[in-house]
């Protein structure tokens, strides 16, 4: 066999193995961390983040490194990045009404700032972003513009996940109206509804 014909059969074994990293991005309290725990669950068997209804539960990136999905006989390798929420305003206050006493809700709101600054800096290394999006909630938020901005601008595939959609207000075409420009999917990372579609497209944006 020429060598260009062995180096192209090698390129189709290996090439279909990509190792890739998924960021998962949006607003805090959304369901990153949830549905970080589901496609851990599903493929590793374990979880990988806290989940809480407290916002700022993620302030530093969690990895969970090598996952590997198998979808219509390829196998993909990847790295899930869970990041922390990010919001344009931080206010401990916030906090103090969950119960949190004065120093501790002080002590997150400062690391929840440095946590927006390390998931904004993790932009680069990421191939494919789910911005993920509570259904339930008003879609044309500052941060889910700016951060489809910063993604668009980067080339960085994107997939909106409309999520809690197990909830009774849920309206994903609202979060399609906002941004037509990018592929919605629906799920319920609680539930798991609609998690198959879900891989389905992020492996096809894995290349
Ligand atoms: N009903 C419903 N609740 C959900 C769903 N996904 C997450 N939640 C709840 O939403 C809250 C926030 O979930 P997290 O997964 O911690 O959210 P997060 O986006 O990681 O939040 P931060 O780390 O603070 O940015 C928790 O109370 C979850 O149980 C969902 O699909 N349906
Ligand atoms: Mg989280």
């Known amino acids: 066999m020429p060598f260009d014909k062995i180096f192209k059969w090698l390129k189709g074994i290996f090439g279909s193995r990509k190792n890739f990293s ?12 949830t549905l970080a725990n589901r496609i851990s669950k599903d493929w590793t068997g374990e979880d990988m983040s806290e989940v809480s209804e407290i916002p700022h539960t993620t302030r530093s990136v969690v990895k969970k490194e090598r996952v590997r999905v198998r979808l219509n006989g390829r196998e993909i390798t990847m ?6 929420g990010i919001a344009t305003k931080v206010d401990y206050k916030d906090f103090v009404k969950y119960g949190l006493k004065v120093e501790d809700a ?4 400062k690391e929840a700032t440095r ?3 390390e998931a904004i800096k993790w932009l680069e290394h990421v191939d ?3 911005v993920v999006m509570d259904a339930t909630q008003d879609p044309y938020t500052q941060v889910n513009i700016t951060i489809l901005g910063n993604l668009e601008a980067r080339s960085i595939p994107v997939i909106i996940v409309a999520n809690k959609m197990d909830l009774k207000k849920a309206n994903a075409d609202k979060i399609r109206e906002a941004f037509p420009q990018h592929e919605v ?3 319920s990372a ?3 509804k609609n998690i198959q579609t ?3 497209t992020i492996a096809k944006h894995a290349g």
């Open 115 to 117: 946590g927006i600054i």
């Open 106 to 109: 002080q002590q997150r709101a």
């Open 190 to 192: 609680l539930t798991g």
């Open 79 to 84: 790295n899930l990045l869970d990041m922390p």
């Open 22 to 33: 998924l960021g998962l991005y949006g607003n805090p309290a959304v369901g990153k961390s």
């Open 128 to 130: 494919v972003a789910l």
């Open 185 to 187: 999917v629906e799920i």
């Open 198 to 200: 879900l891989y389905e």
